[in-house]
């Protein structure tokens, strides 16, 4: 591991400063989605069980640099409280003088959560200022956010230049050797499902993938951009006219190497962007007209089915469908049911792709949920995330 992790570290009476991502789902005040707090028990409980004094941090939602009650991490707080069978301290900010008097005053096996870091517009900036004032709270610090590692900012970054010791937690390292599997030694065939709205995001995970896959497997919105770019006839459908011309440079670059490359044969269309809308199998040009894709067909589950049967580890990343729409869940759900019965690695990553997996009822049949979106795609680009980059081991002169 070229990481420090919690087994280097002696933990002991010591005050550990915790990013965790604590983004969580919330409706009307209540969390629905609780997977971000539970993904992150195991370090808490480890370090409680060493005796140290745990100082949680994490941002939560798009509060924009002011204090809004809506993104209060207080719903957190409780839940925690509520799982761990223990008190959580909850102050009303993040740094200042209460806040250090309360880090101050804890005792070992005790927690503390801070509120929203991003009420502090520093945060998001990666102010030093601020940075020194949140690593003032600690005696040493544990990155555990995989999520939130692709950000460079005060917590995940500026911070750790205060600390002497520092790790990544055992959720990251899980992460890391899920998604690092994939491109260092697959198992073969390595097949690559993507879909979902954001094909700009993702293109770029798709060239670096194409260095290690076997296969690419292309449905939901982002298919019509690739469709478009062999002049098929998409209708209404989402595309991203800026990515044409990359999208045939990346089907040029796959029939060179080999590398299969399969796009909708076949898609539910509709009029109207809405749940309950009439919808119909495209059968021919003319019925695109005025329509748009929202799910793949029938025919494509199939062909996309045989591949992921065969496969030795698959990655999925992006819904197949709008399946928020009860008509156009089919295709996603048909292939979150061939990876739980594939005997392949699968790891599934994306905030809607596990809203899907969790409705599809798959979930515990998939071998790793990754709890980055955005994280995990540039972690698979081959990019080095900022927050990983300065949790590296320091090379001792003698191995240099
Ligand atoms: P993730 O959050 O897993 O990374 P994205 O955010 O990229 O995935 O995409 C998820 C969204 O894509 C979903 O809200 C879904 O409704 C939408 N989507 C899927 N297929 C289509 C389609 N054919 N047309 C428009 N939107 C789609
Ligand atoms: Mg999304």
Redesign the pocket.
């Given at each position: 591991m070229i990481y420090n992790t919690l087994s280097d570290i002696d933990f002991k009476n010591k005050k550990v400063l915790l990013r965790v991502d604590y983004n969580v789902a919330v409706k009307d005040g209540k969390i629905t989605d609780d997977s971000r707090i539970l993904a992150s028990l195991e370090t808490i409980r480890e370090l409680l069980a060493q005796q140290a004094k745990v100082i949680l941090c994490s941002h939560f939602g798009r509060p924009k640099g002011k204090v809004d009650a809506r993104f209060s991490l207080l719903p957190v707080a409780q839940r925690l409280a509520e799982i761990l069978q223990k008190e959580v301290i909850f102050p009303s900010d993040s740094v200042g003088m209460e806040v250090q008097k309360l880090a101050n005053e804890l005792k070992e096996g005790q927690i503390l959560l801070l509120e929203n870091l991003r009420f502090y517009p520093e945060e998001e900036s990666n102010d030093t200022l601020f940075s020194q004032k949140l690593a003032q709270l600690a005696d040493v610090y544990v990155n555990d956010a995989f999520g939130a590692m692709h950000r460079a900012h005060a917590s995940t970054a500026g911070v750790t230049q205060f600390f002497k010791e520092k790790a990544i937690g055992r959720l990251v390292e899980k992460e890391i050797s899920f998604l690092g599997g994939l491109i260092q030694q697959p198992k073969k065939p390595f097949v690559v499902i993507l879909?979902?709205?954001?094909v700009s995001?993702?293109i770029a995970v798709i060239e670096n993938l194409m260095n290690y896959a076997d296969a690419f497997l292309i449905?939901?919105?982002m298919?019509?951009t690739f469709l478009k770019a062999q002049n098929f006839t998409v209708g209404k459908?989402?595309v991203d006219d800026l990515k044409i011309s990359q999208a045939k440079k990346i089907l040029e670059r796959a029939h060179i190497k080999g590398v299969k490359f399969l796009l909708p044969v076949d898609s539910y269309i509709a009029e109207k962007?809405e749940e309950g809308t009439t919808y119909r199998l495209a059968e021919n040009d003319e019925d695109w007209k005025d329509n748009?894709?929202?799910?793949i067909g029938d025919q494509t589950v199939v062909q996309f089915g045989q591949l992921i049967k065969n496969a030795g580890s698959v990655f999925w990343?992006?819904?197949?469908?709008?399946?928020?729409f009860k008509e156009?869940q089919r295709g996603t759900f048909a292939i979150a049911k061939f990876l739980a019965e594939s005997n392949a690695t699968t790891i599934v990553?994306?905030?809607?792709?596990?809203a899907a997996i969790h409705q599809s009822g798959y979930a515990d049949q998939i071998t790793f949920l990754s709890t980055g979106?955005g994280a995990s795609l540039e972690f698979l680009e081959g990019k080095e995330l900022p927050g990983l980059a300065v949790l590296k081991k320091k090379k001792i002169m003698s191995e240099v």
């Open positions: 879909g979902g709205a954001k995001d993702k449905g939901g919105g298919a019509y459908s989402l962007f748009m894709g929202l799910d990343n992006g819904p197949m469908g709008v399946f928020e156009f990553g994306g905030g809607d792709s596990l979106g």
